[in-house]
């Protein structure tokens, strides 16, 4: 019995550790468009060096090593969308590190202005409000929010992530 990945199967892990490289390449060409956009074309661009390695690795071909291939290349596409997206889009996120760029507490309607850049959340900032006071982010007092150390460290985390992927 062997264990060892099939030709295709190690291409696609190949491909796989290589998707956020690629990712980082694109995030670094202006024409490429948004992050949503960034991150398709580099899943094209996987599933067709996927293709290419199939055609043009040497050997005989077996479907199952194939089809684990896109198996493994479809799951690291699924964790890389996850992390992605939290890095692009995370909502809970752009609030905290809104507050903790003013430097300085704010009053809730200040940072809703910060955070909409101009315009009102209602709703939606009492409910992220909720996750981050929950989460020891941030703390109110006097009617004014302020970033616990915490909170501060994980802002200056996500904007170091987003800077070397290439989101901010």
């Known amino acids: 019995m ?19 490289l690629l990712l980082l ?18 899943c094209v661009s996987v ?14 071909r077996h479907l199952d090593d194939v089809l684990g291939g896109i198996f493994l290349l479809a799951t690291a596409m699924m ?12 909502f809970t996120l752009t609030l905290l590190t809104s507050l903790v760029k003013a430097e300085r507490p704010l009053t809730l309607e200040q940072w809703a202005v910060a955070y909409m850049q ?25 009617g004014r929010l302020t970033p616990t150390p915490r909170g501060v460290a994980v802002a200056r985390l996500v904007k170091l992530v987003r800077l070397s992927t290439g989101l901010g």
């Open 79 to 90: 964790l890389c969308y996850v992390l992605f997206s939290l890095l692009a889009w995370g």
């Open 25 to 42: 390449g694109y995030a670094r060409i202006a024409a490429t468009g948004g992050s949503g956009r960034r991150f398709r074309l580099g």
């Open 118 to 142: 101009g315009g009102d959340l209602g709703t939606f900032t009492h409910n992220r409000l909720k996750l981050l006071v929950g989460a020891g982010m941030v703390i109110t007092a006097d």
């Open 2 to 20: 062997n264990m060892l990945p099939g030709p295709a199967q190690a291409a696609a892990i190949g491909l796989s550790i290589a998707l956020p």
């Open 47 to 60: 599933v067709t060096l996927y293709a290419i390695a199939c055609i043009a690795l040497p050997g005989e």
